[in-house]
T-cell receptor
């Protein structure tokens, strides 16, 4: 599975959009981009995933560049409860094996 | 209750002891995983299983043993615990036929003295 690179930390003002970047320059054609977040020491929680089209759900939007080498997770109106570690991973959808998490981005939403 | 549960949630043991962490899921997901998370770091995959009786190594398998005799259970055993295995252990499951999303348990915090 392709490796990902994320900034170690980011700040965001409450109510503003949080844009979390992820680089995955070695992504293969059949690999999806998944985003998870981990609040405190809880188990990570799935946010969203996509292959090449932009995706949106009730939690966030995922923007994937045309060459698929990077993506951005967008939390449109960040709240204090969005403070968490956000992980970007890439893997195929048919073999979940070896889903590798890096150290993620610690997002701090400030009032 | 439906979901994925881990036990024990907290465990303190001594170097050299055998420890087994249990993971149980009620969704009949085919894939199950064990991760460890050291303080201040991300998750590292220890072992995973694609189905009953099928297991494979992840990034950091040394010192761990897994088995999967039933689809719903995926125990992780530390045969001879070491201090370096002090960590939080997360179990996860995934249904590959749908989104491929990973569902995580609440974690088991293990301290090896």
């Amino acid at each position: 599975d392709a490796k990902t690179t994320q900034p170690p930390s980011m700040d965001c003002a409450e109510g503003r959009a949080a844009n979390l970047p992820c680089n995955h320059s070695t992504i293969s054609g059949n690999e999806y981009v998944y985003w998870y977040r981990q609040i405190h020491s809880q188990g990570p929680q799935y946010i969203i995933h996509g292959l090449k089209n932009n995706e949106t759900n009730e939690m966030a939007s995922l923007i994937i560049t045309e060459d698929r080498k990077s993506s951005t997770l967008i939390l449109p109106h960040a709240t204090l409860r969005d403070t968490a570690v956000y992980y970007c991973i890439v893997r195929t959808n048919t073999n979940a094996g070896k889903s590798t998490f890096g150290d993620g981005t610690t997002l701090t939403v400030k009032p | 209750d439906a979901g994925i549960t881990q036990s024990p949630r907290y465990k303190i043991t001594e170097t050299g002891r055998q420890v087994t962490l249990m993971c149980h899921q009620t969704w009949s997901h085919s894939y199950m995983f064990w991760y460890r998370q050291d303080l201040g770091h991300g998750l590292r995959l220890i072992y995973y299983s694609a189905a009953a009786d099928i297991t494979d190594k992840g990034e950091v398998p040394d010192g761990y043993v897994v088995s999967r005799s039933k689809t719903e259970n995926f125990p992780l055993t530390l045969e001879s615990a070491t201090r370096s295995q002090t960590s939080v252990y997360f179990c996860a499951s995934s249904d590959q036929l749908r989104t491929g999303e990973l569902f995580f348990g609440e974690g088991s915090r293990l301290t090896v003295l």
